[in-house]
């Protein structure tokens, strides 16, 4: 046996409300049905691939939010790939608690469920592979439960799991894993899952350990590609590679507007990042640094007027002040006159930290004069 052929995904949390984001309900929606395509897509991969086993980690479906009539479609696609062994090891957004669909619904024959927190040994004969998973029976995992697991010798090895790889002896309430636990275990690969960026785990050892990214992510968190894991694994060798899947990113650009430019010219900056990354996805525009007085950014229209899939824009740019035009003024005004009081003080001021504190009241009162956003500096 040269190797099987497997696909690794996971997190993504199909029937998930995105009521609590904050994401625009029309948005939420679509992101919803998304998730459902993204699915499909990755079935239909699994299909072309013809992979023999598909490695699903933890979070696949929302425990809170997912039917029985999703688990029937969630089947029904399972049923399109009779020839791929479906592994699933549960997460902590889909527990397999005693009511849960995992224990309540009936499953593709292809398919089998890592249903308690043992760690538990599938053989999969014909593909001389050993799949040891477990699976999330509870809310909350904080004991190391990977702790003194080995693999054992003999055939190709894989290890399927949700939890959080954090350095030796911290906590964590999600399963945490340590990567000496990842070093030594002896797994060819390991399928991980709950890190929705995704990456590899360098542990060291021996074998290929990996988070395999949400298909679909679901927030600003979440940037980058995101996608399955997806190759051949055999004993003592890997050639798994991440493929893109995502239909949509997420993308935070920070702007930092000319400082006596208009909306016109912050307007021109977001749709240069637009124009280059793809009007399908979702945009945060970070406004940052000095801006004349006056200068007037409707981030409402900004948004609008960016012509995007979703578009938000924060405004945290300052008023960058001329404290020699203002104090020209003199005491014809009231910034002049307040801006000369503080700056007096300054002058007399030796100590560093009242020395910070006149600078801030300067700004913010300059700022509340101007009747704009107090921002800090
Ligand atoms: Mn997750």
Same mark, same amino acid.
């Given at each position: ?215 679909? +992510? ?38 930092? +507007? ?34 004349? +007085? ?84």
């Amino acid at each position: 046996m040269d190797g099987i052929k497997i696909l690794h995904t996971g997190d993504l949390h199909l029937g998930m409300s995105f009521a609590r984001s904050k994401l625009p309900a029309e948005i939420g929606r679509i992101r919803r049905q998304e998730l459902w395509e993204t699915f499909d897509r990755i079935i239909d991969t699994a299909k072309a691939e013809e992979v023999d086993l598909m490695l699903i980690a933890g979070d696949m479906f929302e425990y809170n939010y997912c039917t029985a009539s999703d688990i029937k479609r969630i089947n029904d696609r399972f049923a399109r790939i009779p020839g791929t062994r479906v592994l699933i090891a549960p997460g902590n957004h889909d527990p397999a608690l005693p009511d849960s669909l995992y224990n309540t619904c009936r499953w593709q024959p292809n398919v089998h469920i890592f249903r308690t927190s043992d760690i538990c040994a599938l053989e999969l004969e014909g593909l001389g592979t050993t799949v040891w998973g477990l699976g999330w029976d509870r809310d909350y995992i904080v004991d190391p439960l990977l702790e003194g697991f080995k693999a054992a010798d003999g055939g190709i090895n894989i290890l399927l799991v949700h939890g959080e790889v954090v350095p030796e002896g911290n906590t964590s309430d999600y399963l945490p894993i340590y990567l000496r636990h990842l070093a030594e275990c002896g797994a060819d690969y390991a399928a991980l899952g709950h890190v929705h960026k995704g990456g590899v785990v360098e542990h060291g050892g021996r074998g290929t350990a990996r988070y395999c990214t949400s298909p679909e +992510p679901i927030s600003f968190n979440e940037d980058g590609d995101h996608g399955i894991c997806i190759g051949t694994v055999g004993k003592g060798f890997c050639d798994v590679k991440f493929l893109p899947i995502a239909k949509r990113r997420f993308i935070t650009r920070r702007i930092n +507007p000319d400082p006596a430019g208009d909306a016109a010219e912050v307007l021109g900056q977001m749709k240069g990042h637009i124009m280059k990354e793809g009007e399908e996805n979702l945009y945060r525009f970070l406004l940052e640094g000095a801006m004349d +007085p006056g200068a007037d950014l409707d981030t409402t229209y900004l948004a609008q007027a960016a012509q995007a899939f979703h578009v938000e824009v924060k405004n945290n740019t300052y008023i960058g002040y001329d404290l020699d035009a203002i104090m020209e003024e003199g005491q014809n005004s009231i910034m002049g006159a307040f801006a000369a009081r503080i700056l007096d003080q300054l002058d007399r001021e030796g100590d560093l930290r009242r020395r910070a504190v006149l600078e801030r009241a300067l700004y913010i009162g300059l700022d509340a004069l101007n009747g704009r956003k107090v921002v800090g500096r």
